[in-house]
């Protein structure tokens, strides 16, 4: 951890880390599915790209539908070429922990990917999900085009109605395109597919319990 740092404020472009060249290196085939882990990714399938706290239980999430080719954890939504784990917590990339998700949209819509995304954690709770704090844990969903932007306030605002009816706080989760926001840089292999290798191992999602209206 670097001192003095405010790990719940975003870090200025500025004093952010520098990063590196060098992508992560990363296992060519999906430790759960067997398709791969970069692209090129068969015609017809979409990317979809979310933050929802700690990633290793969000890729899960994701993983375990049928329709989705492969997904990948990475950092997403800084400043930081490559950064590693270990930066990513420090509060110097601006990044958010990141999962990937390629899917078949002829299976299932983005629209429930987006239910699955709201019904499995909390998007209320700023720089933090539970007893993780940080921006690294921020809510986020970073659209690949205007069309799955457009769906993505449509969704936010249709859940924050029924989180109102519920007596819950507002959304903070972070709505930008790919564009803005700059690409998804892979985490380290040992996150891949974390908790099909560690079963036993951490996983803090937590939704509010109030379900999503699809769309």
Known sequence: MVIGVNKTKMVPQEKALPGRAEEMSVPSRHY????PLKGPWP???????????????????????????STA?????????????????????GHTEAVQVVYDPQKFRYSDLLVLFWENHDPTQGMRQGGDVGTQYRSAIYSTGAAQARQAEASRNAYQQRLNEAGHGE??????????TGPFFYAEEFHQQYLAKNPHGYC?????????PGT
């Open 43 to 69: 015609d017809g399938h979409e990317l979809a790209y979310f933050g929802m706290g700690c990633f290793w239980g969000a890729e899960r999430k994701f993983w375990q539908l049928d329709g989705v080719y």
């Open 204 to 212: 803090g999602l937590g939704g509010t319990g109030v379900s999503c």
């Open 171 to 180: 959304i903070t989760t972070e709505i930008r395109e790919c564009d803005e």
């Open 73 to 93: 954890v990475g950092y997403m939504g800084g400043y930081t070429p490559n950064p590693t784990y270990e930066e990513v917590c420090s509060g110097m990339t």
């Open 32 to 35: 759960v599915l067997g398709t």
